[in-house]
């Protein structure tokens, strides 16, 4: 029986109370373990899906419309040409979103359905994940998913240790050590036990923070406090473990992982927000046209009107002109419709559609190695891809592979690891590099490369130094090795930087097997020792360094120490003087080629100095006060005096192209913050690494307070850029430049408080005018958080971007996420708009794919516009010669097609193939970017433009034909002054201009764009001609009454003369104003043409290098960034130790062997 409160009881399988402190007021606890990140059901679908849709205007505007159509006293159209379009809009886009629910719905049964073992009735049994309850009992394996998050009972380490992964989490892949209290450890996996298990469990309510849990269990009587070190939360994977057993406390939605997940939202462009702007504008200008023709009808009716009732009688209900003017308004509403057409939405909708394939078609966004393309998994967001100022990114596994590589070392004033050709010139490695061989050592790792052979060879010649160094590699750490078959090496590292370490003194034969709490045992050359650990002086963020005592064989007293090189040489012997001026020479080299460094230094120790000085510590770390301070004196007694060894430098792996790719955003205006739950050294390191932090930056400021106060000084004081304070809060924080370049580092216990409501304010502004934020050690619901707050107070386009499960609330707020298929499970993919599998294919998402739709979504929104303005506005001025009786100019089925077959291809070929240069210029002009990021090229002035056009194409397309028809005889003599001729004629003229005009829009002709231009006016003239024919009269005599009207009108050479006129009047001065302003203020496109057509005929441009990028920089050490304090004195205490390996001690190998001559160097 599981008890929640006093009033919630639930039968299960075993008797634990759980009792929730009231720290959340009305917060109601979920007990079921399912999940659900879908939006609909069988049931909710259509009205929920018809709610979201009618919330855009347009749409709700076209049902008004069909309301009226439906009433015959003002009805001038049939209700089939609204219902038809709205329904097909409505469809196509109910489809897409049920589509996107199913997805999400597939993908919530298969975490639902997970198989998990839980404990009922005493014996395990296999339930799925959504069944599990609060309360339950259940057995996890090696490599299982945690369920849910669980109080950790017992499992099959030593002292119930259990190893995890918490990658999904806070994106760190080294693992972390949980410990069961002992009170549960004694029930181990004795299934009697464990159901007979009875305790009382308080704990705080549900919450987001990853990093802390407060809670008791009331066990027979005694209470034990519960904190996070005990919890293994859900989203963390068992690694290492055979088994253990855990109490679920949280279970689906209140687990920590779904609290930081963030809702899913419906997604709208900036530019949907616009046109939602503009339709509003153009209802009320409808509504002026429709009460300024409404009005000039009442009076038209009661001063003339009266004069033709006998052959224009009132329709049936009208006795008054005010009243007919009153039906007159919702007539005109009808047929002015078209300034805003229901095909419009359709168009984008289709445009978008296009776009999105040319995503996942693209053959330059696929990755062989895992045989992953790019996806837009969603349709509605290119074009916001063109408009992206800030990207918000992950750091590891998204700019990084998380994979650490020994890359160089210097040993005794000599670097290693660099090639050189027969010339003494040093040469690029590259997957043709011949790689050192290391087959002569059994034991080696076959996954590990190394190219500079003389190392191999210093070790083979036994070169005391070298021997050392790599002596040192392999005592001074806390690693732990795994060895289930003979040979087969694993080891488990708390920092990836020591497994990167260990593993390359493993290759160079120096390879550590196994430890005991009082022994480390090292195969040196094929050589089996063991050495007495007699001390192990930990690792903290103060000392960033960590050293170990040990006994050789020989009897031998040495400390090795290895740390960051800014401490070590501060602890430096007075001899070490010239080696270090090497040594720092190497440093500077390494820490130029963004590679992670730190310093390793030995001292032999006297025996009765240490006899003494190990009384002293033994007194010191049982100590009841100043323990921390007693042992700190203490090490850096020991630690003086030190003997320089050399240098490391590891390679943090990044994806490949992640630097140039930065260097091309920030170029293209782009700002990069970069958001991870790695500590603070680690992102800085990858900062540098990645070129987004550089030396020639005027100052990288780091805050790191610990009060809301140290916060707002260091925002402040510190960093010197401060703000008038205003009386209230404002919308919107103007773009503002800082006096020099900038970077900014934040800590995720500091950002806690500036994300306050009193600081949000003053940090937002500081960072953005910083050209690079950096925010670490921040939980995934902090993400969410500072894109919020970009959000809010910048009137710019965000983007998310990451991995893993801890990115997908950033992923979900930003206005566009991007996941990436890497290690770190699907998650990220799972809730993103657009995925692929390396951060390096962002630039071209956005230089190429996104300015291209954005540009193409522009210019389709302003052909559109323009094109029914000029439509719709000639009834408008024909009504002031119609006695504003609400009669077309149009023949209705000229007005039926207009939209839909006539301008529809044309403007859809400039929309899905226009580009403005091509995919090579975009990515080598990143500036082209920067105005789709100022929104330059379709705003509300670009908008007014536009209508000002199609207002005066509007004039110019009804008085050029009405002129020319005026008291107009044909050649035989015979009157078309008629209203079917003048009809004609203007349709004709109207659709000649606006195919003349797309031909001026459209930058980049294809086969498509001909085809579809000459084939809609073809298909106009032979639509046209067939419905005016005596034959189709015959057929549908009430249908088609413009019988003969084509051939009698359209063969008249003044005619045609008024058409050529109608279309030079409409054009000449767009192409006069195009001109002068190409001339006189050209766009970025407009340059890079220019240049194009000089510069690209004469000498096509050079392919970019693939060159590493150096830089000159200061050195940071890399050394145990995700290291944790105190894991030494674990290691000492011998709880974290399996049985002793029975291949630790055995096998053995001499690279001086026959079996290995030949394969030596």
Same mark, same amino acid.
């Not at 289709?350 to 996806?375: E, V």
């Given at each position: 029986?599981?008890v929640?409160?006093?009033?919630?009881?639930?039968?299960?399988?075993?008797f634990?109370?759980l009792?929730l402190?009231?720290?959340?007021k009305?917060?109601?606890?979920?007990?079921?373990?399912?999940?659900?990140?879908?939006?609909?059901n069988?049931?909710?679908?259509?009205?929920?899906n018809?709610?979201?849709?009618? *919330?855009r205007?347009?749409n709700a505007y076209f049902l008004?419309?069909l309301?009226?159509q439906?009433?015959?006293?003002?009805?001038?159209?049939?209700w089939f040409t609204?219902?038809?379009?709205?329904?097909?809009?409505?469809?196509?886009?109910g489809v897409?979103d049920?589509?996107?629910?199913?997805?999400?719905?597939?993908?919530d049964k298969?975490v639902?359905n997970?198989?998990?073992?839980?404990? /009922?009735?005493? @014996?395990?049994k296999?339930?799925k994940w @959504?069944n599990?309850q609060v309360g339950?009992?259940i057995?996890?394996e090696?490599?299982n998913?945690?369920?849910?998050?669980?109080l950790?009972?017992?499992s099959s380490e030593?002292?119930s240790?259990?190893?995890i992964e918490?990658?999904?989490?806070d994106?760190? &892949?080294n693992?972390?050590v949980k410990q069961?209290?002992t009170?549960?450890?004694e029930?181990g996996?004795?299934l009697?036990?464990l159901?007979?298990f009875n305790?009382?469990?308080k704990c705080?309510?549900p919450?987001n923070?990853?990093?802390?849990?407060?809670?008791?269990l009331t066990?027979?009587?005694?209470k034990?406090?519960l904190?996070n070190?005990k919890?293994?939360?859900r989203g963390?994977?068992?690694?290492n473990?055979?088994?253990?057993?855990?109490?679920?406390?949280?279970?689906?939605?209140?687990?920590?992982?779904?609290?930081?997940s963030?809702?899913t939202?419906f997604?709208r462009?900036?530019i949907?927000?616009l046109?939602?702007?503009?339709?509003?504008? /153009?209802f009320?200008?409808?509504?002026?046209?429709c009460?300024?023709?409404?009005i000039g009808?009442?009076?038209?009716e009661?001063?003339?009107?009266?004069?033709?009732?006998v052959?224009?009688?009132?329709?049936?209900g009208?006795h008054?002109?005010?009243?007919?003017?009153?039906? %007159?308004?919702?007539?005109y509403?009808?047929?002015?419709?078209t300034v805003?057409?229901?095909?419009?939405y359709?168009?984008v909708?289709?445009?978008r559609?296009?776009?999105?394939?040319? $995503?996942?078609?693209?053959?330059? @966004?696929y990755?062989p190695?895992?045989?992953?393309?790019?996806q837009a998994?969603t349709t509605?967001?290119?074009?916001e891809?063109?408009?992206i100022r800030?990207i918000?990114s992950?750091?590891?596994?998204?700019?990084?592979?998380?994979?650490?590589?020994?890359?160089?070392?210097?040993i005794n004033g000599k670097?290693y690891?660099?090639v050189?050709?027969?010339?003494?010139?040093?040469i690029e490695i590259?997957e043709n590099?011949e790689?050192?061989?290391?087959?002569y050592?059994p034991l080696a790792?076959?996954?590990?490369a190394?190219?500079?052979?003389?190392l191999?060879?210093?070790?083979?010649?036994?070169?005391?130094?070298?021997?050392?160094?790599f002596?040192?590699?392999s005592?001074?750490?806390t690693?732990?090795?795994e060895?289930?078959k003979?040979g087969?090496?694993?080891?488990q590292a708390?920092?990836?930087d020591?497994?990167?370490l260990?593993?390359?003194a493993?290759?160079?034969g120096f390879?550590f097997r196994?430890?005991?709490p009082e022994?480390i045992?090292?195969m040196?050359m094929g050589? &089996?020792?063991?050495y007495k650990l007699l001390?192990?002086?930990? =690792?903290?963020?103060v000392r960033?360094?960590m050293?170990?005592?040990?006994?050789?064989?020989?009897?031998?007293?040495?400390l090795?120490?290895k740390?960051a090189d800014t401490?070590l040489?501060e602890?430096l012997?007075?001899?070490c003087d010239?080696l270090?001026?090497e040594t720092?020479?190497h440093?500077?080299?390494?820490?130029?080629e963004g590679?992670?460094?730190?310093v390793?230094?030995?001292k032999?120790?006297?025996?009765?100095y240490?006899?003494?000085?190990?009384?002293r510590?033994?007194?010191?770390?049982?100590a009841?006060?100043g323990?921390?301070?007693k042992?700190?004196?203490?090490?850096?007694?020991i630690?003086?005096?030190?003997m320089l060894?050399g240098?490391t430098?590891?390679?943090d792996?990044?994806?490949?192209g992640?630097?140039? &790719? $930065?260097e091309?955003?920030?170029?293209a205006n782009?700002?990069?913050?970069?958001?991870t739950?790695d500590k603070?050294e680690?992102?800085?390191?990858?900062?540098?690494?990645c070129?987004?932090l550089?030396?020639?930056?005027e100052d990288?400021?780091i805050? *790191?307070g610990?009060t809301?106060d140290d916060?707002?000084n260091?925002?402040s004081?510190e960093?010197n850029?401060?703000?008038?304070?205003?009386?209230?809060t404002p919308?919107?924080i103007?773009?503002?430049?800082a006096n020099g370049v900038y970077?900014?580092?934040?800590?995720g216990?500091?950002?806690a408080y500036?994300?306050e409501g009193?600081?949000?304010?003053?940090?937002?502004?500081?960072a953005?005018?910083?050209k690079v934020?950096i925010?670490?050690?921040v &939980?995934?619901?902090?993400?969410?958080?500072v894109v919020?707050l970009?959000?809010k107070?910048?009137?710019?386009v965000t983007?998310?971007?990451g991995?893993?499960?801890?990115d997908?609330s %950033?992923?979900?707020?930003?206005h566009?996420?991007v996941?990436i298929?890497?290690?770190?499970? @699907?998650?990220a993919?799972?809730s993103?708009d657009f995925?692929?599998?390396?951060?390096?294919?962002l630039q071209?998402?956005?230089?190429v794919h996104?300015r291209?739709?954005?540009?193409?979504m522009?210019?389709?929104l302003?052909? =559109?516009?323009?094109?029914?303005?000029a439509?719709?506005?000639?009834?408008f001025?024909?009504?002031?010669?119609s006695?504003?009786?609400a009669?077309?100019?149009?023949d209705?089925?000229f007005?039926t097609l207009?939209?839909l077959?006539?301008?529809?291809?044309p403007?859809?070929?400039m929309?899905?193939f226009?580009?403005?240069?091509?995919d090579?210029?975009?990515i080598?002009f990143? *500036?082209?970017y920067?105005?789709?990021q100022?929104?330059?090229?379709?705003?509300?002035?670009?908008?007014f433009?536009?209508?000002?056009q199609?207002?005066?194409s509007?004039?110019i397309?009804?008085?050029i034909?009405?002129?020319? %028809?005026?008291?107009?005889?044909?050649?035989?003599g015979k009157?078309?002054?008629?209203?079917?001729?003048?009809?004609?004629?203007?349709?004709?003229?109207?659709l000649?201009?606006?195919?003349?005009q797309?031909g001026?829009?459209?930058?980049?002709?294809?086969?498509?764009?001909q085809f579809f231009?000459?084939g809609?006016?073809?298909?106009? =003239?032979? $639509?046209?001609?067939t419905m005016?024919?005596?034959?189709m009269y015959l057929?549908f005599t009430?249908?088609?009454?413009?019988i003969?009207?084509?051939?009698?009108t359209?063969s008249?050479?003044?005619?045609w003369?008024?058409i050529?006129l109608?279309?030079?009047?409409?054009?000449l001065?767009?192409?006069?104003f195009?001109?002068l302003?190409?001339?006189l203020?050209?766009?970025?496109s407009?340059?890079?043409?220019?240049w194009?057509i000089?510069e690209a005929?004469k000498q096509?441009?050079?392919p970019?290098?693939?060159?590493?990028l150096?830089r000159?920089?200061?050195r940071?050490?890399g050394?145990a960034f995700?290291?944790?304090?105190?894991?030494?004195a674990?290691?000492?205490?011998?709880?974290?130790?399996r049985p002793?390996s029975?291949?630790?001690?055995?096998g053995?190998?001499?690279?001086?062997s026959?079996?290995y001559?030949?394969?030596g160097?």
């Amino acid at each position: 029986m599981v008890v929640m409160d006093p009033i919630l009881t639930i039968p299960n399988k075993t008797f634990v109370e759980l009792e929730l402190l009231p720290t959340i007021k009305n917060n109601v606890v979920n007990l079921n373990n399912s999940i659900k990140t879908s939006k609909y059901n069988f049931f909710t679908f259509l009205p929920l899906n018809l709610f979201e849709q009618f *919330q855009r205007i347009a749409n709700a505007y076209f049902l008004f419309l069909l309301i009226l159509q439906l009433i015959p006293q003002i009805s001038s159209l049939a209700w089939f040409t609204t219902v038809v379009p709205l329904v097909l809009v409505l469809a196509v886009s109910g489809v897409k979103d049920a589509i996107d629910d199913f997805n999400r719905h597939k993908s919530d049964k298969h975490v639902n359905n997970r198989p998990v073992q839980v404990l /009922i009735n005493g @014996m395990l049994k296999d339930e799925k994940w @959504m069944n599990v309850q609060v309360g339950d009992i259940i057995k996890l394996e090696n490599n299982n998913f945690v369920t849910a998050d669980l109080l950790l009972l017992s499992s099959s380490e030593p002292h119930s240790l259990t190893y995890i992964e918490t990658a999904e989490l806070d994106g760190e &892949t080294n693992l972390k050590v949980k410990q069961a209290l002992t009170v549960t450890a004694e029930l181990g996996e004795d299934l009697q036990k464990l159901t007979e298990f009875n305790g009382e469990i308080k704990c705080e309510a549900p919450n987001n923070k990853l990093d802390k849990f407060t809670g008791t269990l009331t066990l027979r009587g005694e209470k034990y406090a519960l904190d996070n070190e005990k919890m293994l939360l859900r989203g963390c994977t068992i690694r290492n473990t055979e088994w253990c057993f855990g109490l679920v406390i949280y279970a689906g939605p209140d687990t920590k992982l779904m609290q930081n997940s963030g809702k899913t939202t419906f997604k709208r462009t900036s530019i949907d927000r616009l046109m939602n702007v503009l339709v509003l504008l /153009i209802f009320v200008f409808l509504a002026l046209m429709c009460l300024i023709l409404a009005i000039g009808n009442g009076i038209w009716e009661y001063d003339k009107g009266y004069y033709f009732q006998v052959y224009l009688p009132w329709a049936e209900g009208v006795h008054s002109a005010s009243y007919s003017g009153f039906l %007159m308004f919702w007539s005109y509403v009808i047929i002015l419709n078209t300034v805003v057409p229901i095909s419009l939405y359709v168009s984008v909708e289709i445009i978008r559609l296009g776009n999105s394939f040319y $995503i996942d078609w693209d053959r330059k @966004m696929y990755y062989p190695p895992n045989d992953t393309p790019a996806q837009a998994r969603t349709t509605t967001l290119n074009e916001e891809l063109g408009q992206i100022r800030y990207i918000f990114s992950d750091k590891t596994g998204t700019l990084t592979q998380n994979i650490m590589c020994f890359n160089k070392c210097s040993i005794n004033g000599k670097s290693y690891g660099d090639v050189y050709d027969m010339s003494g010139q040093r040469i690029e490695i590259n997957e043709n590099t011949e790689k050192v061989d290391f087959s002569y050592n059994p034991l080696a790792d076959p996954k590990f490369a190394f190219y500079d052979h003389s190392l191999v060879e210093a070790v083979k010649l036994g070169d005391v130094p070298t021997h050392r160094f790599f002596r040192l590699l392999s005592l001074c750490h806390t690693v732990m090795p795994e060895e289930k078959k003979e040979g087969n090496l694993v080891y488990q590292a708390q920092s990836p930087d020591e497994g990167a370490l260990v593993t390359a003194a493993r290759n160079f034969g120096f390879v550590f097997r196994a430890r005991t709490p009082e022994t480390i045992t090292v195969m040196e050359m094929g050589e &089996t020792k063991i050495y007495k650990l007699l001390a192990i002086l930990d =690792f903290n963020n103060v000392r960033k360094r960590m050293s170990v005592i040990v006994r050789s064989p020989e009897g031998d007293l040495t400390l090795y120490c290895k740390g960051a090189d800014t401490i070590l040489y501060e602890l430096l012997h007075s001899s070490c003087d010239s080696l270090k001026e090497e040594t720092t020479e190497h440093l500077n080299e390494f820490a130029g080629e963004g590679l992670r460094t730190l310093v390793v230094a030995y001292k032999n120790l006297d025996e009765d100095y240490f006899q003494d000085w190990i009384r002293r510590h033994h007194e010191a770390s049982t100590a009841l006060e100043g323990r921390e301070d007693k042992l700190s004196e203490l090490y850096e007694e020991i630690e003086k005096d030190l003997m320089l060894l050399g240098a490391t430098a590891i390679e943090d792996k990044l994806q490949d192209g992640v630097p140039q &790719t $930065i260097e091309t955003l920030a170029k293209a205006n782009i700002k990069i913050w970069v958001l991870t739950g790695d500590k603070q050294e680690t992102a800085m390191n990858i900062g540098y690494s990645c070129n987004l932090l550089y030396d020639d930056m005027e100052d990288v400021f780091i805050i *790191q307070g610990s009060t809301s106060d140290d916060v707002l000084n260091e925002l402040s004081d510190e960093i010197n850029i401060r703000f008038e304070k205003h009386s209230k809060t404002p919308k919107l924080i103007p773009d503002e430049q800082a006096n020099g370049v900038y970077g900014l580092v934040i800590t995720g216990h500091s950002l806690a408080y500036a994300l306050e409501g009193n600081l949000e304010l003053e940090l937002v502004r500081t960072a953005c005018m910083c050209k690079v934020v950096i925010c670490c050690r921040v &939980t995934p619901l902090q993400k969410a958080q500072v894109v919020e707050l970009v959000k809010k107070y910048k009137a710019a386009v965000t983007l998310a971007i990451g991995d893993g499960a801890n990115d997908v609330s %950033m992923i979900k707020t930003a206005h566009i996420g991007v996941g990436i298929s890497g290690q770190e499970g @699907m998650q990220a993919v799972l809730s993103s708009d657009f995925s692929f599998a390396q951060f390096r294919y962002l630039q071209r998402l956005l230089l190429v794919h996104g300015r291209w739709s954005y540009i193409r979504m522009c210019k389709f929104l302003k052909y =559109f516009f323009y094109k029914n303005f000029a439509f719709t506005l000639v009834h408008f001025w024909y009504g002031f010669f119609s006695g504003f009786s609400a009669q077309t100019v149009y023949d209705e089925w000229f007005i039926t097609l207009y939209n839909l077959v006539y301008t529809s291809l044309p403007v859809l070929g400039m929309s899905l193939f226009d580009q403005d240069v091509d995919d090579r210029w975009s990515i080598l002009f990143p *500036q082209l970017y920067v105005p789709g990021q100022q929104n330059l090229y379709f705003n509300k002035t670009v908008f007014f433009t536009c209508m000002l056009q199609g207002i005066y194409s509007s004039l110019i397309l009804f008085f050029i034909p009405y002129g020319a %028809m005026y008291n107009t005889m044909r050649s035989d003599g015979k009157a078309i002054a008629d209203y079917q001729s003048f009809a004609l004629m203007a349709q004709t003229c109207l659709l000649i201009v606006v195919s003349v005009q797309i031909g001026l829009d459209t930058s980049y002709w294809t086969v498509v764009n001909q085809f579809f231009i000459w084939g809609s006016l073809s298909v106009y =003239f032979a $639509i046209t001609f067939t419905m005016y024919s005596d034959g189709m009269y015959l057929i549908f005599t009430a249908s088609f009454p413009f019988i003969g009207t084509a051939r009698n009108t359209l063969s008249q050479p003044n005619v045609w003369l008024a058409i050529f006129l109608s279309i030079t009047l409409c054009v000449l001065p767009v192409v006069g104003f195009r001109f002068l302003k190409a001339q006189l203020k050209p766009t970025p496109s407009d340059k890079v043409r220019r240049w194009f057509i000089k510069e690209a005929k004469k000498q096509p441009p050079p392919p970019s290098p693939k060159r590493r990028l150096r830089r000159t920089s200061t050195r940071r050490s890399g050394y145990a960034f995700s290291h944790q304090h105190g894991f030494g004195a674990l290691i000492m205490s011998g709880r974290n130790m399996r049985p002793k390996s029975p291949f630790a001690t055995t096998g053995t190998f001499s690279p001086n062997s026959d079996k290995y001559k030949h394969k030596g160097l």
